[in-house]
Structures are given as C-alpha cells and as structure tokens.
C-alpha cells in the first residue's frame, strides 16, 4: 500500500494551494507550493514500483550562457496551455542572459523564447558581476494559470507577466526590486507576488518585496526591508514562504542584530501577507556564535507545514542543525525559545564554506496515516556523535538525504525529530521533492568550496545525478548514471504529470519519465 497516498489529499490540501492553482500534476513554483514543501502531492503516474523504469525522454540544449555559477532557474511547468500548436504541457526556464524559454513537456521543442533588453547597466558594487551577484535573472519564475500568465523579474528588476502560450508581455514592466538586484524565487497568494533579496545587490537593501498585481494599471509595490546596509540577506532559494496562516517567512543572514534600528539578521522572520508588516521573528540563542562563524540562517529556505493542530516552521542551514519553531509565534515571547532543536547532524568541521550542513531547504510530506515526514539535504558526511538512524543505505561520504518522522515528545507534547533513514552518497545534495512515496533528490556536482577564487569553483566539478528514493527506507530506487553531462548551482527539481525535470550549468533541460 502506498502510504503517501492520496486519500488524506482530498480533505486537507486544499487550504494548502496558492492563488495560481491549475489543473492536477501542474508545478506552479519552485518547490511546488507556497508553503516551499517540494512535495507534488497530485502525483499518481510515479511511484515506488515502476521508478526504476525511468529513462531520459529528451534534452534540449537552450541558447544562454551561463555566467559564474549561474545559468539556467529551477524549471515549472502546467499542463492544458493552448499554444499556436494546440493546446500543450509546458515547462517554462528563464537564463541568467535575459531570456526566458517555454519548451514541449512531452518533446522538449521550444515553443517560444522571450529576450528582455534592459536600458540601465550594473552598478559597480563590491559584489557585483561576481557569483554573489550575477547581473541576470535569479529568481525561478512563477506560473498564474487564472491569469495565463508567467511572472518573471528581468535582470533590470522590473516585473513582467508573459503570456502562457505565446510568451508576448500581457503585465508589465512594473519596477518592482533594485536593478541587478538578487533576488529569490517568486511565490504567488492572492493576487500578490512576492519575493526577497540579499547581499547588497544592485544597492537593493535587503527583505521582504510584494507587488499586487490585480489591476495591471494600479500595481502596489511594497517592501519591509530588514537591514540598514548589506547584511540580514533572505538568499535561501525558496524565496519568501508562505504559510496558510497570513505569514510570510525567511530565514536571515549574518550581519548586525538591532530590532530598534531595524536590523534583523540571523533570524528567522515573518511578515503579514499583503502589508508586509513585521509580526515576528526568532534570533536563535547562539546568533553570536552563528555570525562569527558565517552560519548564517539565509542558506537554506525554511518550510511551513501543519502538524496535528499546529503550523510549524522547520529550519536549517550551514551549522548542519534543524529547529522547529511555532509558525504563529516563532520563538515564544522572548523570541529565542523554539520547540525542538536538533543534535549537530552533519558539518563536524564547523566550517562555513566547504558545501558543508544544510543548502537549498527542507522538504515535507504527509502519508496516509496521519504522519509526517522532514527530508533533510545535508552536504558531507553526517555527524559522528548526530543520531542513530534505524535505516543505513551505505557510505555517504559526500554528502546524504536524512529523512525524520515529526512526532510528539512524551513529555511536552510539542513536535520532535525522530531519525527514520539516511540515504547513500550525494554529491552534494540539493533540497528533495515527494511524489507519491517517492524522494526525488539531486545531487548536484558542483564545488562548494569557496577558498582560492571564484574560478576555482568552476574547477573539479562533476556531472549532476537524479536519483529516486523509496520515502520510507530511503532505498535507492533509480539513478540516472551519466544521462546528464554537467553539473548545477542553487537549483530545484520540478515533478509535473508522470515527469521528473531537471536544468544544468551548461544550460540544458532535461526530461526523465517513465516508458509509454
């Protein structure tokens, strides 16, 4: 039996879909939902018993080059799109150049491409035109199928909603962020598109943006901005996450902790959906040690998910640990008290820049009797002294996927951890994704270690792997070998309709599925 069936779906996901909502198997944005759980909960055509049948359906090679690290965002996609060659499953890319594609789900042919020309040149920022801050679209477009559009920041910060089906712009441009600005993936709620920003790029100051974009004539651009200079950067790649419980939430970067003159760094912050007024936050006891030692909160994206009456918040970053707070009020009343702290599980080193601890986010799921489930990308070896897991797969080196039950302490009642499984190796793993009892994670090849330049990143890289994992065991069910050619930076997975997909640093899409 198929335990993350879809039987609790029918009654509770509902409250859980964005605005953007369209047909079942549709992937609207980067980690399927705005709550950033990377679980596609709709999906039935995959599952434990016929992955080992997938194979690479296509590859399409698309016309951007990658600069730095970047290259091309997590793909989405939506079936039904009524195009010049009838109605198509779409899946939708845009490139760190300026272009945006739209290509055939089921045959990789390009259906069209956008070309943005800006007017305004970078600015010469200490960071800029490095990997920090690239000079090119950063954040994963969203889809709005209600409207028929694709949101997407161009390089120069204006906002643009590009026609499903023939890429023509039907919104914008709305200047909506700094110009070559960094910006993270874009969520959808109600009208409103969101995102945040980091590092000082393009002068953009960081936090919390949104823009209401009901009436295209009348956009209502607002911002909370969390730092008075550089610092307290959101570059978690889920972008802005958001609850059902009118909460906007991002895990923060190093930097100055000063409520009163508004410097919020190293926390975990929420803002009001909509206003974006500051209604929250945690600072975790140990910020000063997190700031000294670069384990700053913003590498990774916090999830929010229900569990029993409760909405959680579950973060983790560089120091390897996972908190899980009380999403309607995060750290208690004095701010620094969360529900559950994990042992260390990986980055013995203690260091901040080596691909070690927790990168790209955390991902959850729910099966049919009730439980749930936390998956944790931790990059290196897991910790020597972290816990037990009841389920080894091997070796795991490089890096592993550690997959948790959230349940009850005895004692409190409030949500802990309980070790389930830990994978075999990754080469650096990227956040997961679930489909019907199915893990999609992976791993990503590339060089984390950011001692010796910039270049030296490019160097001792290696092709990127897709690998498939039985949600309960952990069990590897399917591995793409050498079907992908090279590796990938701050990326995401998109599971659309029976079809797993995938981008790389050379600016290639790919497709897996299962045989017709």
């Known amino acids: 039996m198929n335990l993350f069936s879809q039987t609790w779906r029918a009654t509770t996901v509902l409250a859980l879909l964005p605005a953007a909502a369209g047909m079942a198997g549709d992937w609207l944005t980067f980690a399927h939902g705005p709550q950033r759980d990377g679980w596609a909960f709709e999906e039935t055509a995959l599952a434990p018993g016929n992955v080992s049948n997938l194979g690479l359906k296509w590859k399409a090679k698309l016309n951007n080059a990658s600069y730095s690290l970047s290259a091309l965002t997590a ?58 801050c690239p000079n090119g679209i950063t954040a994963t477009p969203v889809i709005d199928k209600s409207a028929n559009r694709l949101y997407v920041i161009a390089g120069d910060g204006a906002l643009y909603g590009l026609d499903l089906g023939s890429g023509r712009v039907r919104y914008g441009p709305v200047q909506f962020v700094a110009p070559y600005s960094k910006n993270w993936s874009l969520n959808l709620v109600d009208g409103t598109i969101y995102t945040v920003l980091a590092q000082g790029c393009g002068n953009g100051i960081s936090g919390f943006y949104a823009v209401d974009v009901k ?81 700053d909160l913003g590498s990774a994206s916090p999830v929010y998910f229900g569990w029993r009456n409760r909405n959680l918040v579950a973060h983790g970053a560089k120091e390897g640990v996972v908190t899980l707070l009380d999403a309607d009020k995060l750290g208690g009343a004095d701010h620094q008290t969360p529900l559950y702290v994990s042992p260390r599980l990986g980055n013995d080193k203690a260091v901040c820049c080596e691909g070690l601890g927790i990168w790209g986010g ?97 160097e001792n890289t290696h092709p990127a792997v897709l690998k498939a994992l039985d949600a309960w065991t952990g069990k590897e069910l399917y591995n793409s070998g050498d079907a992908m050619t090279s590796w990938v930076h701050f990326t995401g997975l998109a599971v659309s309709n029976g079809k797993v997909f995938a981008v790389d640093h050379d600016s290639n899409v790919y497709c897996f599925g299962l045989p017709k």
């Open 75 to 132: 793909p989405v996609a939506a079936g039904d799109i009524s195009t010049t060659r009838g109605p198509r499953s779409v899946v939708y890319v845009a490139g760190i150049g300026g272009a945006v594609f739209a290509l055939d789900a089921e045959t990789g042919e390009e259906l069209w491409t956008h070309q943005f020309k800006y007017v305004v040149l970078p600015g010469k920022g200490g960071y800029q035109g490095t990997f920090l």
């Open 215 to 295: 009436d295209a004539h009348h956009p209502v651009v607002r911002q909370m901005l969390l730092s008075n200079t550089n610092t307290a950067g959101i570059w978690g790649r889920g972008g802005a996450v958001i609850g059902t419980n009118g909460r906007v939430y991002g895990g923060t970067a190093d930097g100055f902790f000063d409520p009163i003159a508004g410097d919020y760094s190293n926390t975990v912050a929420a803002v009001s959906v909509g206003e974006l007024n500051l209604v929250d936050y945690y600072l975790p006891p140990n910020w000063q040690y997190l700031r000294k030692k670069d384990f």
């Open 362 to 458: 955390l991902s959850t799921a729910r099966d049919e009797t009730g439980q749930t489930w936390l998956y944790v990308p931790m990059g290196g070896p897991p910790a020597a002294a972290g816990p037990k897991y009841p389920i080894t797969n091997g070796a795991n080196p490089h890096g592993s996927v550690m997959a948790f039950k959230v349940v009850a302490d005895p004692r409190t009642h409030n949500p802990v951890l309980e070790p389930a499984w830990i994978s075999g190796d990754f080469d650096l793993p990227d956040g997961v994704v679930i489909a019907n009892g199915v893990v999609f994670a992976l791993s990503t090849g590339e060089n984390a270690v950011q001692k010796g330049g910039e270049a030296r990143r490019l």
